[in-house]
T-cell receptor, first 113, second 110 residues
């Protein structure tokens, strides 16, 4: 079956711009989580959506937002980009039950210049 | 104190040896524990999960959980050069908010 699809794979943006990243989970998975990965901080939890509702949120500023559609596809948006937002953004899908674990997409590499 | 702590390594082991990777966590309410492997330039992939105290074996991999001491470990038997990667420990109350450690880099040399 198809895996988790993230688009685009690479992005270069200028400070102050905004960006939207997309994630299509595995068919049947209703939970989508977003993580930011940087060499110094590792994987940092952004938020998790389940059935179009945000269930959990990490400690990121309000410039980071997301949403989930009825087909479980999810988008995350970062407004007013800063240099420190340069990172690999990973989306993970899950059935949401104990022990199900995540399946990660290939990620979107965002570079802010 | 970080919520999930791992030694960053690198942990270097010879081919055929046992690699032991450790992780401690701070939230006593944690219920689910996962190990992910991440090759350089790739996304993490799930290796194992465990949620009961004790050992869980899957092929060359064994996960060990001790909730009283708040640690979880991963043993890799008969280590191969292809096991060289960063191993991420993830902990959560359930699956909807996993907190990851920063990972331990494992190097298996021939």
């Amino acid at each position: 079956k198809a895996g988790v699809t993230q688009t685009p794979r690479y992005l270069i943006k200028t400070r102050g711009q905004q960006v939207t990243l997309s994630c299509s989970p595995i068919s049947g998975h209703r939970s989508v989580s977003w993580y930011q990965q940087t060499p110094g901080q590792g994987l940092q939890f952004l938020f998790e959506y389940f059935s179009e509702t945000q269930r959990n949120k990490g400690n990121f500023p309000g410039r980071f937002s997301g949403r989930q559609f009825s087909n479980s596809r999810s988008e995350m948006n970062v407004s007013t980009l800063e240099l420190g937002d340069s990172a690999l953004y990973l989306c993970a899908s899950s059935l949401g039950g104990l022990g199900d674990g995540y399946t990660f997409g290939s990620g979107t590499r965002l570079t802010v210049v | 104190q970080k919520e999930v702590e791992q030694n960053s390594g690198p942990l270097s082991v010879p081919e055929g040896a046992i690699a032991s990777l450790n992780c401690t966590y701070s939230d006593r309410g944690s219920q689910s524990f996962f190990w992910y492997r991440q090759y350089s330039g790739k996304s993490p992939e799930l290796i194992m999960f465990i949620y009961s105290n004790g050992d869980k074996e899957d092929g060359r991999f064994t996960a060990q959980l001790n909730k009283a001491s708040q640690y979880v470990s991963l043993l890799i038997r008969d280590s191969q050069p292809s096991d060289s990667a960063t191993y991420l420990c993830a902990v959560g109350p359930n699956t909807d908010k996993l907190i990851f450690g920063t990972g331990t880099r494992l190097q298996v040399f021939p």
